[in-house]
């Protein structure tokens, strides 16, 4: 079983920045795969950035090049630093883990861009 818990969202103006943070009461290092995800209202929910066990990353088009996904192993935290946010990026952001053919998720936390 892994719990998660998101944290960092918040207002922000456009062209601003957030880190959130997903803190994870399982070692972060060992699991499969965690995934940064999106809702916006009214849209369905959308994979953002991605960070396999081994280090290698991948991100949505939508945010390359703005977005970084991290991790600190010794904090068992994965991090999304978003800098450069447009109004579009407003959404509830969710934590992802996948491991051992499990998936767990987080509660989320609000990400709210204003132009």
Request: proline share 2%; glycine share 10%; charged share 15%.
């Amino acid at each position: 079983q892994v719990h998660l818990v998101e944290s960092g969202g918040g207002l922000v103006q456009a062209g601003g920045s957030l880190r959130l943070s997903c803190t994870s009461s399982a070692s972060i290092f060992s699991i499969d795969v965690l995934t940064w995800y999106r809702a916006a209202p009214g849209k369905q929910r959308e994979w953002v950035a991605q960070m396999f066990r081994g280090g290698s990353t991948n991100y949505a088009d939508s945010v390359k090049g703005r977005f970084t996904i991290s991790r600190d192993n010794a904090k068992n935290t994965l991090y999304l630093q978003m800098n450069s946010l447009k109004p579009e990026d407003t959404a509830v952001y969710y934590c992802n883990a996948n491991t051992l053919g499990t998936t767990y998720w987080g509660q989320g936390t609000q990400v709210t861009v204003s132009s």
